[in-house]
């Protein structure tokens, strides 16, 4: 199961405390208390796996080693060691304590989320020629602690999108080296796959339906997934016995939700054209061409539209 939505609380740890200690020796008189090391920091790293927020589903809180206390003879303590969160690439941290927002959107991007404490003076450093025998020392500072929310936005420049059983995931999986589900129901897709076509990377989004923006079916969930696609592929099956009123109503969602996503590049799809007599395909497509006079009719087991496909994908791929 795919986990994108998640929140966690992090703690960076504490500063250590500085000593108060003074030296033995006959000969060596003075302060030696060391210093309190510093607070591990925790950061967000940016990975390729879009399951790693799975850690997160349930263990919700992540710290930092705290910082080491100072000790005597001028040892000062070590410091505590940073925790790095692995996160997927599109992930949006939002800071629900600052209400600020960390973006992840490159492999191996490491961003500081919580900073740790500073250790505290040990009272070899408050010495003085008016004060040769300090015997203040400082606590470490606090680390830095937050609730997150961590919310996956897949990255892909191509997003698939549709109502249920379209033929999305079985294009996907023509296309690429994908391993979707596909059956002959709705909602088979119940999370969002990705595939890859050479460098381009193609997401294929659970089926949206009437109501999707406001909750219904399974679209509002995954509807943030279409936010960063570059170019839509939108698709309607031949089995529709209305097309445009389909297209109408995945258009209405996706505007409902976020109208930017209505700004987005769009090619138009008739799929599963082999299911239908030449007149019919004729016809339904002619309504789409209405919409958008590039509009194609494609079917997965014709080798003919997946060339087709292919040299769109190759078009798409050398603009990049």
Do not use: C
Request: proline residues 4%; hydrophobic residues 35%; without cysteine.
């Amino acid at each position: 199961m795919l986990i994108d939505d998640v929140k966690i609380k992090i703690n960076a740890g504490h500063g250590g405390k500085g000593a108060v200690a003074f030296n033995t020796n006959l000969r060596s008189l003075g302060p030696v208390g060391g210093s309190g090391g510093k607070g591990g920091s925790v950061y967000g790293e940016g990975v390729s796996d879009l399951t790693a927020l799975r850690q997160f589903r349930f263990k919700k809180e992540f710290s930092a080693e705290n910082g080491r206390d100072g000790r005597g003879q001028f040892r000062d303590g070590h410091n505590g060691k940073d925790l790095i969160l692995k996160l997927p690439v599109g992930t949006v941290a939002h800071n629900l304590t600052s209400g600020s927002e960390i973006n992840f959107e490159k492999i191996g991007e490491r961003i500081l989320l919580a900073k740790g404490g500073i250790g505290g003076k040990g009272n070899f450093q408050f010495r003085s020629s008016r004060n040769t025998s300090p015997k203040q020392a400082q606590s470490g500072t606090p680390g830095e602690n937050f609730m997150f929310r961590l919310e996956l936005k897949f990255i892909a420049d191509i997003g698939f999108v549709g109502l249920p059983n379209v033929g999305k995931s079985s294009l996907l999986n023509k296309l690429t080296n994908a391993r979707s589900k596909v059956a002959n129901y709705p909602f088979t897709t119940l999370e969002p796959n990705l595939g890859a076509y050479y460098e381009l990377i193609l997401a294929d989004i659970p089926g949206l339906i009437e109501g999707s923006s406001n909750g219904r079916g399974l679209g509002i969930k995954f509807l943030r997934h279409i936010e960063r696609t570059h170019i839509l592929f939108h698709f309607i099956s031949t089995e529709s016995p209305a097309p445009s009123k389909d297209y109408k109503t995945i258009r209405k969602e996706l505007g409902a939700y976020n109208k930017a996503l209505l700004k987005k590049p769009e090619r138009l799809f008739l799929t599963k054209s082999d299911l239908v007599t030449p007149e019919e395909l004729n016809k339904k497509l002619l309504a789409l061409k209405k919409i958008d006079p590039q509009a194609i009719a494609i079917s997965v087991n014709n080798q003919e539209s997946i060339k087709n496909i292919e040299k769109i994908l190759n078009n798409i791929k050398a603009k990049k």
